[in-house]
């Protein structure tokens, strides 16, 4: 069998793993929006496809199964391969990891639709906000240049950010105890993140709730109707072996 992963997330990275380890061929296409990526094994391509007609033809011919492994929010890519995979007819299971929307403290959270949302629900909440919604909606909040904002980013900001900020550079996992140390030394009053799941950054939830700050939580965009979507690499072998046979 011949699998494109559309990656750039850990289970993609398993997922890539475990089907090489049975057999079968495997690409696995990374945007290339993050520097120095950990990749995974097997054949690697890296950046975009040219939109919905170059994934279908990249698609067409070339490969059994496409496996969309992008993060949680990267909707335009998962538009894009279920438009190609439907024009050319190749089978597409989305591989999504679950959401913090069944987290134990998920009623605890003020859940917003969007990151400019998240920015006018946070300014209800807290003087001293903490951004972890990913470097490139950091732009949304740089009205806020006359306070200190904390912002964590595995790559640095293509834009000149106020004075005011603290931009951290780091890449998960974060420990409790890290994170509970980062919210009280910043002295932090709003945590704001998006609903991407996982226990890599999961402790950072836990530490607000300890510490009695606020959690502002961007919801993911729906996955487009009719596609396939599991949560563990597991299911993903399951669903490729039972329509290889």
């Known amino acids: 069998m011949r699998v494109l992963v559309l ?14 380890d049975r057999g079968d061929d495997v690409v696995s296409s990374l945007a290339g929006r993050v520097s120095a990526p950990a990749l995974p094994v097997g054949e690697v391509r890296t950046g975009g496809f040219g939109g919905v007609d170059g994934l279908a033809a990249y698609v067409d011919g070339s490969f059994d199964h496409v496996v969309d492994a992008t993060h949680p929010f990267a909707a335009r890519i998962t538009d894009h391969a279920v438009r190609a995979c439907q024009r050319v007819g190749v089978p597409l299971v989305r591989l999504q990891r679950p959401g913090w929307t069944r987290h134990p403290l998920a009623s605890t959270f003020t859940w917003v639709d969007d990151v400019e949302g998240a920015r006018v629900a946070a300014e209800r909440l807290g003087v001293r906000p903490f951004l972890t919604t990913g470097r490139q909606q950091l732009e949304t909040f740089a009205a806020w240049d006359d306070r200190y904002v ?3 980013v595995v790559d640095p900001p293509d834009w000149d950010v106020p004075a005011s900020w603290e931009v951290l550079r780091a890449r998960g996992p974060y420990p409790y105890a890290s994170e509970r140390d980062l919210l009280e030394s910043r002295q932090v009053d709003v945590l704001l993140t998006k609903d991407s799941g996982g226990a890599l950054t999961e402790a950072k939830l836990v530490a607000a709730h300890d510490l009695d700050v606020p959690v502002v939580v961007v919801r993911r965009p729906a996955v487009p109707e009719g596609v396939p979507v599991v949560e563990s690499v597991d299911d993903v072998l399951e669903a490729l072996g039972a329509k290889r046979a």
């Open 7 to 20: 990656g750039g997330t850990g289970e993609a990275r398993d997922l890539a793993a475990r089907l090489v």
């Open 150 to 152: 904390l912002a964590r």
